[in-house]
């Protein structure tokens, strides 16, 4: 359920939250209601790290990214987690309000994360190594096809942009690329986040690449310079919950025709497996990493898979078919799948949304790799049998239907199955 809150032009989420997300919540109350408490006299406030160690951090950290194809996940999240300590020390200490740290809401494509809910994206090891190794080697490809400056578009970048900006330091710090050869536009819509980009770039020393710092909903960005590249990841596990599609497909339309997109394809599927042996029995008993490559054949070997339901390029973003039910309501039309006959026990088998990331070339993110890569159950979805206790958005399917999907755009973006016919129709 969700409430509409118009005291903060926001939508409260009714879901668990986390101690520090009611914390914060209870401040912001605290203070509307004009009963905080005194605040302590605060003690000398420490002061940031010395730009040189900061400088130390990106160095190590993009170094081993940019030349070690296989990830070290040890050696590299240790080297993240140090770059991300400098940052947080900047972001904590910048004058921002805790009202504007803690904003959260649902927008007109979906939900916007709170910058300090943000944060942490720069710690995730295989999406960052992946994005940065993708975004220097498009570089180099577009510096062949374009003469002049590159402009680097990141819309929806929280407040450490973090997929790029320590790679445009590290190239400072190398003089691998210059201010006439690059500039970037960052976009995000949340005034903490840009209050915090305008801190941080100023730290690394990188203001000069920084064409502009817009506090704007992604898609009604404009700008009056020729969009190269585009860096964009705004979404969850099942490619839910955030505005990536609607950002996307706006960004696909005025970006140049031959310029890169980051990432290159998005790819989601629909597979039926048994939950117990898909997020617990594989795992449980292995002290490997949670990542694609770490799954085990026998676990894989169980799943049923459907089929493709959605391939997103700048291509295909731009020739989406959209279906307007109302003026409020909008999906887009994705492909239709079919059940096969199923030997397992039906009230086992649980559909999964699953998405594997190109950001570019052989660069990419697999299942399980990143929070945003894990498979993504969708718990109404009944095959081959009937729950004892129905729920409201249960979709009651048996081997031989097919599963028709769209892809919701409004509110909470996600995919919605539908039955599509059977072959005993």
């Known amino acids: 359920m969700i409430k509409e809150n118009k005291q903060f032009d926001t939508y409260a989420l009714t879901e668990p939250l986390s101690p520090d997300m009611v914390g914060n919540l209870n401040d912001l109350l605290r203070q509307q209601l004009g009963e905080s ?21 990106i160095e190590a950290a993009v170094s081993e990214i940019l030349t070690s194809q296989e990830v ?105 690329y210059h201010e006439n050869d690059l500039c970037i536009s960052l976009v995000d819509m ?51 919950r955030e505005g990536h599609l609607q950002i996307a497909r706006h960004f696909a339309n005025i970006m140049e025709p031959n310029g890169a997109f980051i990432p290159q394809e998005v790819s989601l599927r629909a ?61 887009i039309e994705c492909n239709k799948v079919k059940i096969p006959t199923l030997t397992k026990d039906p009230t086992k088998q649980m559909l999964l949304i699953c998405t594997r990331i190109k950001t570019y070339g052989v660069e990419g993110v697999g299942e399980y790799d990143s929070g945003i890569t894990h498979p993504l159950p969708d718990m109404n979805v009944c095959i081959n049998f009937t729950p004892k206790d129905t729920r409201s958005g249960d979709l009651l399917l048996k081997s031989g239907d097919y599963i028709k999907f769209y892809y919701r755009l409004n509110g909470l973006p996600g995919f919605l199955p539908t039955w599509g016919g059977s072959d005993n129709d």
């Open 271 to 331: 597979v039926l497996s048994i939950g117990q042996a898909e997020f617990i029995d594989q795992w449980q008993d292995t002290d490997t990493d949670l990542e694609e490559k770490n799954m085990l054949q026998k676990y894989t070997e169980q799943r049923v898979e459907l089929g493709d339901i959605l391939t997103i390029t700048a291509e295909s973003l731009r020739s989406l078919n959209e279906k307007k039910l109302d003026e409020n309501t909008s999906l």
């Open 72 to 176: 070290n996940q040890a050696s590299l999240q240790t080297k993240l987690n140090t770059l991300f300590e400098f940052q947080k020390q900047i972001f904590q200490q910048t004058e921002i309000s805790s009202a504007h740290r803690a904003r959260q809401y649902i927008s007109k494509c979906g939900l916007v994360m709170s910058p300090e809910q943000c944060i942490t994206t720069q710690t995730d090891v295989l999406r960052v190594h992946a994005f940065i190794r993708a975004i220097d080697q498009a570089l180099t490809v577009l510096r062949d096809k374009f003469d002049g400056m590159l402009h680097i578009a990141y819309p929806a970048c929280g407040p450490f942009a973090p997929l790029l900006l320590p790679l445009i330091a590290y190239y400072h710090q190398q003089g691998t």
């Open 37 to 57: 408490a005194p605040l302590p006299v605060a003690s000398e406030k420490v002061e940031i790290k010395q730009a040189s160690n900061l400088n130390s951090a």
């Open 190 to 240: 949340q005034p903490g986040a840009v209050i915090s980009l305008e801190a941080l770039t100023k730290e690394l020393n990188i203001s000069q690449f920084i064409y502009d710092i817009h506090c704007q909903d992604a898609t009604e960005f404009t700008s009056d310079l020729p969009i190269h590249m585009v860096v964009l990841e705004a979404m969850q596990h099942g490619f839910s």
